[in-house]
């Protein structure tokens, strides 16, 4: 079982830059499709990003291409989110999730494709 815990998030100003992470353990994260995903107040969790295992295919939402990075370090076995140009509609809390040997949608992930989650983290970006 691949256990995921957050780190990361807090609170920055408009234009500027947060990395999250999710350290793995139990298993290598390499062998699984990784993804982040976010709820706004009020909001559906939406998907942000995705990285298929192995790293052939990704996707980013509209709302965040171009500003956030999704990357895996096999070395520390963790995956992170850069996020930079962050817009007050980038608050929420985020989420990674991962499935084993899993994929990346070309249209975005879906929540019941990953049986593994982080706790979620805060992020707040002022105005």
């Known amino acids: 079982q691949l256990a995921l815990v957050q780190s990361g998030g807090g609170l920055v100003q408009s234009g500027g830059s947060l990395r999250l992470t999710c350290a793995a353990s139990?298993?290598?994260?390499?062998?699984?499709?990784i993804a982040w995903f976010r709820q706004a107040p009020g909001k559906e969790r939406e998907a942000v990003s995705c990285?298929?295992?192995?790293?052939?295919?990704?996707y980013y939402a509209e709302s965040v291409k171009g500003r956030f990075t999704i990357s895996r370090d096999s070395a520390k076995n963790t995956m992170s989110l850069q996020m930079n140009s962050l817009k007050s509609e980038d608050t929420a809390t985020y989420y990674c999730?991962?499935?084993?040997?899993?994929?990346?949608?070309?249209?975005?992930?879906?929540?019941?494709?990953?049986?593994?989650w982080g706790r979620g983290t805060q992020v707040t970006v002022s105005s």
């Open positions: 139990g298993r290598t994260l390499d062998d699984y499709g």
């Open positions: 990285v298929s295992n192995g790293g052939g295919s990704s």
């Open positions: 999730a991962a499935e084993y040997l899993g994929g990346c949608r070309r249209k975005g992930p879906r929540e019941d494709d990953f049986d593994s």
